[in-house]
């Protein structure tokens, strides 16, 4: 089961966010809070939440949620009553409460764009901060800045400066205490809250005007089946680094369970990279090694098998306890262009792991639904035309509209009886996931690109833009 060709992102349970006051959330951003309680059982520790506010309570294009960086730098000055107040039953909290609060504040200082990018410069001359890194932060952000603006939004250098100085000082905190994933990693809600953070980072990227999600029905009923104790199993094509966010996004108004509790499968790059890794500690993992990558350094392809084969066993033990419910790209990596014709589709499912899925999720002894999604996202920020070996890859990012359907599940037992043996029917099994998942693709184009909107809607695939109902 070594050989299971896994691919990217994840989140935990809905929970209470703290917003800092603001005499108008129509004009101000969200804050970005430090609350002496929290809503976690047993924890008195000092929680660094942040209060997404809406502009508008039912279209999230209306509002860009961003982090208030010096409202939280100023609490940070409050560290040492922070600290004393962690509960004393609760060390791990209070270990990496000490590493946050007494990390660099170079970039919880910034009032402007000379002040983060000057940050930068004194961060590499302190020895803090590699060169290539920095070089690849300035890019990130001059690549994020015009990106947000193309939105329109009058608060736009305002969202630009507040989302990005968190981002470098995350990135940052990780150069000095470098985080190291474990095979299942859960997401990060304390003290920091990652998921948030992911969360309003991507979400001004997000033209919601164009946005869609296919079969939104389908989502409640995978809500009813979890509520239940059932596993359920998301086969999709993968796209972006920003994928989880962006899944979250288009199903936070109608199922923020979904989208609070999704665990990915991530590939080793999305925990490696440093300018992607604060943005993975937001999302529940099952960490592996993908195929494409497996044998990129000879001496390493036997512990990359290993530590697949303890990723199996992690997510068989989620399994076993039921109510999860699990995304995985068999395609082993995100979807690209033909390189003839430019034209974006998904790229093709490796049959071993979908199987390893479908099997998985049998032996657990637990009911188990496996259904087929589509994801287009890839405008948003699109991987590099080609594979990469080295880590550190260029991030183009644009504003634009994204799309989500899902198909109803398929079931294995109704493709073995019409099969003349087992090895077809996973074959003919892989198949009927990627032509559904291909089918909603295509409505999606069609709607975004071919600017059809909901008029793209088929039979099998009805289009919604549920944050304006």
Not at 5 to 22: N, Q, Y
Not at 183 to 195: A, G, I, Q, V, W
């Amino acid at each position: 089961m070594s050989s299971l060709s896994l691919t990217f992102f994840a989140t935990t349970a809905p929970r209470v966010l703290v917003p800092s006051s603001s005499s108008n959330p129509k004009l101000s951003p969200p804050s970005y809070s430090f609350s002496a309680t929290t809503a976690r059982r047993h924890s008195t520790a000092v929680s660094f939440r942040s209060g997404a506010r809406r502009t508008s309570a039912t279209c999230p294009c209306a509002s860009f949620s961003s982090f208030n960086v010096r409202a939280m730098a100023k609490m940070v000055q409050d560290r040492e009553s922070a600290v004393s107040s962690s509960s004393a039953s609760d060390e791990q909290n209070k270990k990496m409460l000490n590493i946050e609060v007494n990390h660099s504040r170079t970039f919880l200082d910034v009032r402007s764009e000379q002040d983060l990018l000057s940050g930068i410069g004194r961060e590499v001359e302190a020895g803090r901060l590699p060169s290539n890194l920095a070089t690849g932060m300035e890019e990130l952000y001059h690549n994020y800045k015009n990106a947000v603006f193309q939105s329109g939004n009058s608060r736009a250098d305002e969202i630009v400066l507040s989302n990005m100085a968190v981002a470098f000082d995350r990135v940052l905190l990780d150069i000095e205490e470098p985080f190291t994933f474990s095979s299942y990693h859960k997401s990060m809600r304390e003290p920091f809250d990652y998921y948030m953070f992911g969360q309003n980072y991507i979400r001004p990227l997000v033209d919601f005007r164009s946005s869609y999600v296919g079969n939104v029905s389908l989502f409640f009923e995978m809500e009813e089946k979890l509520n239940q104790g059932h596993n359920i199993v998301l086969i999709s094509n993968h796209q972006t680094e920003a994928d989880p966010a962006i899944i979250a996004l288009l199903l936070e108004s109608t199922n923020p369970h979904v989208a609070e509790n999704l665990t990915y499968i991530a590939g080793d790059r999305v925990i490696t990279d440093p300018l992607c890794k604060p943005f993975s500690m937001g999302r529940n993992l099952i960490c592996v090694y993908s195929k494409k990558h497996m044998l990129d350094v000879p001496e390493l392809i036997e512990m990359k098998r290993k530590s697949n084969t303890r990723s199996l066993k992690e997510m068989a033990l989620l399994l076993r306890g039921g109510s999860q419910i699990i995304w995985i790209a068999p395609s082993g990596g995100r979807d690209r262009p033909d390189p003839v014709t430019g034209e974006w589709y998904p790229a093709p499912f490796d049959t071993s792991s979908i199987d390893n899925m479908r099997r998985l999720a049998e032996h657990s002894g637990i009911p188990g639904h496996i259904y087929p999604l589509a994801l287009l996202c890839h405008d948003i920020m699109p991987p590099p035309p080609q594979v990469e070996r080295e880590v550190g890859e260029k991030r183009v990012i644009s504003f634009h509209g994204a799309g989500l359907s899902v198909a109803p599940e398929i079931s294995f037992p109704d493709i073995i009886t019409a099969s003349k043996n087992p090895e077809e029917a996973k074959e003919v099994y892989t198949q009927a996931f990627y032509n559904s998942v291909t089918e909603q693709y295509n409505v999606l184009k069609s709607a975004i690109h071919g600017q059809q909107g909901l008029k793209a809607s088929i039979p099998s695939v009805s289009l919604s833009q549920p944050w304006g109902d």
